[in-house]
């Protein structure tokens, strides 16, 4: 999930490692926590996988100079093959892999937001059938816990649904006629 966030933001600007770890805080707080530990020998990796480069080195203010990272076209490519990838992963982790892929739905074509959207919204109707078929404890804190969860997935689909619905969607075969 980082690297897909890393990949995505870097293909937007160009930005140092510090940068980029305040960036990926800001839309992935409520996914995964993000550490320098992490970011740093990411982007050693990427780099040494040709998905990124340095496109600069910006001094810094009395301290070590910033490296400016950018991504390449190898790099542009993994991010799309991570953004259509759908690992077999925990629910958690599903949830929030989704999450940041919707961060970078203006970057991809409409026919493949409708796509990622009718994915999700196939697995947490899934879900939703798999808790609902749970029969009920009768521990009434465990029963709320179960409730609070179907409400969250009803809530999930509901919001997924409206913005299937919402989506401004032409297919591309079709936008030469359009004037899009």
Sequence with gaps: MLELSALGLLQRSPLHGYRLKQ???LFMSNCISV??????????????????ATLAEESGNGGPSRKIYTVTPKGRERWRQKMLDHPH???VNSRSRFGIKFFFFSDIEPELRVKLLE?????CKGRQESVAAQ?????????EAWL???AILTDEIEWLEAQLSNLSFVPSHLS???GS
């Excluded at 994915?119 to 697995?123: A, D, F, N, S, T």
């Excluded at 029969?135 to 029963?143: I, M, T, V």
């Design 23 to 25: 960036q990926l805080e």
């Design 35 to 52: 550490n320098y530990g992490a970011i740093y020998p990411l982007l050693k990796r990427l780099q040494e996988q040709d998905l990124i």
């Design 89 to 91: 992963e925990s629910w």
């Design 119 to 123: 994915q999700r919204l196939i697995v």
């Design 135 to 143: 029969l009920l404890p009768e521990d009434p804190y465990q029963k």
């Design 148 to 150: 609070k969860h179907l």
């Design 176 to 178: 030469q006629f359009l």
